[in-house]
Each structure stands twice: as C-alpha cells, then as structure tokens.
C-alpha cells in the first residue's frame, strides 16, 4: 500500500516537471523581440563606441539619418540550441560618409554580438 502512493507522488512530480519544461521551452522560443527604436539607439551607441574599418562614426545621429540608409532585418542565430528555440538577431546597415558597417546585436537584450564593414 505505501508503495502505489509513493508510486503516485512520484508520477505528479515527473508529470509537475514535464509541465515546468514544456513552459519554459515555450517562453524560451516566443520571448520578445526589442521594437526597433531601442535596436536603433543601442546600434548607435556601438558604433559610435569603436573605429570600424579604419572609419571613425564617433558623430553619427541615427535619427537624423534618412529611412533610406537604414536597414534592419532579423535572422536566426546559428546553432542547435538557438534554432531550436528560435533565437534570433538583428542586422543594422547604416550608409555614413560613404560607407555601410552592419551591427549585429540580440534580439532580445541588445547585446552586441559582432560589428562588419564597411561594404563598398
């Protein structure tokens, strides 16, 4: 007899857990993405914070900037674990004096990942 409602306390704590995990994978793969103005501002303070290809952006003002030579879009980040909860990134091509760096920055926090460019 003790050993059925060990066996049941035991079955709701396997089933308690499954159900912890399901919803933190879920939280995980539908976590909010920055809406752009704040993605805009932190770009800018990376670029502003470091020579990128010999070009120093020390000056630029982002929201001076025409839509035109801004250009953002999202992209999954590579990996397994990233795919499979649907991590994401974004890529911001600035035009500045001639010259087009991109920042790459999460989706989610703004953490800087990498900087590339110019292009020509």
Do not use: C
Not at 77 to 96: A, C, M, P, S
């Amino acid at each position: 007899m003790i050993r059925g409602k060990n066996l049941n306390i035991l079955k709701k704590l396997i089933y308690g857990l499954l159900l912890a995990l399901v919803m933190i994978f879920a939280y995980q793969y539908q976590k909010p993405i920055l809406e752009t103005g704040l993605v805009l501002s932190k770009a800018e303070e990376h670029i502003k914070n470091q020579e990128i290809g010999g070009e120093d952006f020390s000056d630029i003002k982002i929201k001076d900037l025409s839509p035109k030579d801004i250009d953002m879009f999202l992209t999954k980040k590579e990996g397994f674990f990233n795919r499979l909860t649907n991590q994401q990134q974004w890529h911001i091509t600035v035009d500045y004096k001639g010259s087009s760096p991109t920042i790459v920055l999460d989706a989610y926090n703004g953490k800087f990942i990498r900087t590339y460019g110019p292009l020509d």
